[in-house]
């Protein structure tokens, strides 16, 4: 049975690093203050293993009618490294942070850190910091919006 307690909204985190376009869907994301979020990314993601502090990111809260973004990006047997998952969707970048254009909001953000919970060390957690951003029209896209119940 899988039962989702929790429904998160759908962000994109991507960037363009030493040449190489990275991007995914992160797990779970969190505006912690009015300039901060933490994001949750994945141990077998390319683009969590890419990110440092001090890289230029974009953050993208992708809205409803964005689906085939969503799961084109947290395509499990893509990786990044392998290709260019930003290939063929609408997007833009502003000093190596890459933007999905339209999204709900785009925010082009500094990273400050990469921790990692002190049981799983492959684990993720991304601080951020945004520096720029805009809201766009449009209802957030949710992860229960992508599952068949």
């Excluded at 899988?2 to 429904?7: A, E, K, L, S």
């Excluded at 933490?38 to 409803?64: I, R, W």
């Excluded at 290939?87 to 709900?104: K, N, P, S, V, Y």
Aim: glycine share 8%.
């Amino acid at each position: 049975m899988n039962i989702r307690v929790i429904d998160h909204n759908v962000n994109v985190i991507a960037m363009e690093k030493n040449g190489k376009n990275y991007g995914m869907c992160c797990a779970w994301a969190m505006q912690v203050a009015d300039d901060k979020l933490m994001c949750a990314l994945g141990p077998q993601s390319d683009t969590g293993k890419a990110l440092e502090a001090g890289d230029l990111v974009g953050f993208s809260n992708l809205k409803k009618g964005q689906e085939d973004i969503a799961f084109k990006l947290g395509d499990m047997n893509r990786h990044s490294a392998e290709a260019d998952k930003l290939a063929g969707i609408a997007c833009h970048t502003e000093e190596g942070a890459i933007l999905i254009d339209g999204a709900r909001a785009e925010a082009k953000c500094k990273v400050i850190e990469v921790l990692h919970l002190q049981q799983n060390e492959k684990e993720n957690i991304v601080y951020l910091q945004i520096l720029d951003g805009k809201k766009n029209e449009g209802e957030a896209l949710r992860m229960s919006d992508l599952t068949k119940s």
